[in-house]
């Protein structure tokens, strides 16, 4: 939201100008009257249109500092090729009307300064270091952009850490799950690098593997997340005015660290575990296993030349 501003009726067209405000519908306010202009985009989110009656009376919550009923006249919109984020948004009233009104009276005077073209970095200056005092507030466009950049810079360091603890702890869990995974696939891997396969080459395969799990359940997420974003921008924000960039790339950036994450961990657990991986060793113990077992569940079968009988067979390595 933004405070409503009290502008002589001689200077509302040199506000509208500098804001790159135009018209859209109603009709421009008069001078002395409870009558003011609104950005579309207010109106939109207000639900508001030419006639109608705002003030604490008709909505407290809404309009808290509107102590008597004003009426709209007319709904301004920019300029469609200015970026949404460059668009003014204001709400002009009768600096007349304010001036002479009793209940407004005891108020903070303010100014409104508009620069030429060129001289918007000396007025800054002017306004920050010769104006400034304990008895001035300056709000220049500067300060505004240093503060909303400081406040975006807090808001990343937060997700930063929040991702950084979201990593940590994907890293833990997906490498405990790999650590079983690969335990039981030990004897696969014992065989392949027995016959002949490098344990490099079989790391990078492993890694590969969690890659792309890693890989389609970030894009999931990600598509997920995009569309539950679209969905609530289209039902709730668009219709009010509010702008929002679902193709920002911040998401993406915040997101990286967590696969990545997650796929060195599974390399580690793969180094780790052929640093102490014994091919010879882990295939005789599961001949041995293998024999065991056989031995004490040997059953027959009404059809034991069947391909499902074939597949359920007990395989010994002994011999390779």
């Given at each position: ?287 041995a296993s293998t024999e065991a077992c056989h031995r004490r569940s040997v059953t027959s079968s009404s059809q034991p030349l069947s391909s499902h009988t074939f597949y359920l067979r007990p395989v010994s390595y002994t011999h390779l």
């Amino acid at each position: 939201s933004s405070p409503m501003l009290g502008i002589r009726q001689d200077d509302v067209q040199a506000v509208l100008d500098a804001c790159n405000l135009r018209l859209r519908e109603g009709r421009m306010l008069r001078p002395n009257t409870n009558e003011f202009l609104i950005s579309a985009e207010h109106a939109r989110a207000l639900n508001l249109k030419p006639g109608d009656e705002i003030g604490r009376g008709v909505d407290e919550e809404h309009y808290p500092n509107i102590l008597v009923p004003m009426v709209l006249v007319g709904v301004l919109e920019n300029d469609p090729d200015i970026a949404p984020a460059a668009r003014a948004q204001v709400s002009i009233a009768s600096y007349e009307y304010l001036a002479n009104h009793e209940l407004y009276r005891p108020r903070n005077s303010g100014l409104l300064v508009i620069s030429h073209q060129g001289r918007k970095e000396a007025v800054d200056t002017w306004l920050e270091v010769t104006v400034s005092s304990s008895r001035t507030r300056i709000e220049t466009a500067a300060q505004r952009a240093a503060r909303l950049q400081h406040s975006q810079q807090m808001l990343q360091l937060v997700l930063g850490v929040v991702d950084g603890l979201v990593a940590i702890v994907a890293a833990l869990v997906v490498g405990a799950i790999n650590q079983i995974a690969l335990t039981r696939r030990m004897t696969e891997l014992g065989i392949l690098n027995a016959i002949g396969y490098q344990r490099n080459t079989l790391i990078r395969r492993l890694t590969f593997e969690t890659a792309v799990i890693a890989a389609i359940g970030f894009f999931a997420g990600l598509s997920l997340a995009w569309l539950i974003l679209s969905g609530i921008d289209a039902i709730l924000y668009e219709p009010q005015g509010v702008v929002i960039d679902t193709w920002a790339l911040a998401p993406f950036v915040f997101a990286v660290p967590i696969p990545c994450t997650v796929v060195l961990s599974a390399w580690i657990g793969a180094v780790k575990l052929f640093q102490r991986l014994d091919a010879v060793t882990i295939m005789d113990r599961d001949s041995a296993s293998t024999e065991a077992c056989h031995r004490r569940s040997v059953t027959s079968s009404s059809q034991p030349l069947s391909s499902h009988t074939f597949y359920l067979r007990p395989v010994s390595y002994t011999h390779l």
